[in-house]
């Protein structure tokens, strides 16, 4: 009897990287993740399935074990803390950088800077290290929003082409750090079903591009 796997995948830029990848592991979903309203795959491996859910939710997803392993992204692992999970190898998929931004020459405020972003965590650490104190402002999306309506000085997100600063006007001001999407390992999984585990990890890691 094989040992029962299941994978979280994150919805969204992450999955275009992901699938290709999983295919050269051998691992195939019967279904198209892309236009299924489905939650959960089963794939050409009888013991693999996959589940499909928000990029931010997979790391939580692992740590409690309702998945064994995942992909997710470094920004959400480095928010998320990574209690409960080993990252086991760095997919070299979805890298982007994460940075601070704001408007090109624009003086900003020596003390109470107001920054938004959806990663206080990160946020806060970034700036304690340079021994800034700042306004944190959580927001779950269109961030670049948040210094054109005064909202926020600054933000902290994802750049990738750059295209969604530029279109608002914003300029990248300091690299926090290079990010690229992670295979993670619930603990508890790694232990009891090692053999079938470092199985997928072999056939992923040699379809690493
Ligand atoms: C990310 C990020 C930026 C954008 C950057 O958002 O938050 O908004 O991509 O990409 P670019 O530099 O190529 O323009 P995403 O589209 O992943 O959606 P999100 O707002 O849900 O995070």
Known sequence: ???????????????????????????????D????????????????????????????????????????GKDILLEHGGEGLYERLDLKIATCRMMTAGFKDKPLPRVRLKVATKYPRITRQFFLDQGRQVELIKLYGSMELAP?????????????????????????????????????????????KNRAINEVVAKIESAIV
């Not at 009897?1 to 994978?7: A, D, F, G, K, P």
């Not at 997803?61 to 309702?66: E, R």
């Open 148 to 192: 054109v309506v005064g909202l926020a000085d600054i933000i902290v997100d994802l750049v990738d082409s750059g295209n969604t600063l530029k279109a608002n006007g914003l300029t990248p001001l300091q690299l926090i750090t290079a990010i690229s999407s992670r295979l993670i390992i619930n603990r508890a999984s790694l232990k009891m």
């Open 33 to 72: 993740l892309n236009t299924s309203r489905k939650l959960v795959f089963a794939t050409n491996r009888d013991n693999i399935k996959l589940v499909l859910i928000r990029s931010a939710d997979v790391a939580t997803y692992v740590q409690y074990g309702a998945a064994d392993m995942g992909v997710a």
């Open 1 to 31: 009897m094989n040992t029962e796997l299941t994978i979280a995948l994150a919805k969204g830029r992450i999955l275009a990287d992901t699938l290709p990848l999983l295919s050269r592991a051998g691992i195939e979903p019967v279904d």
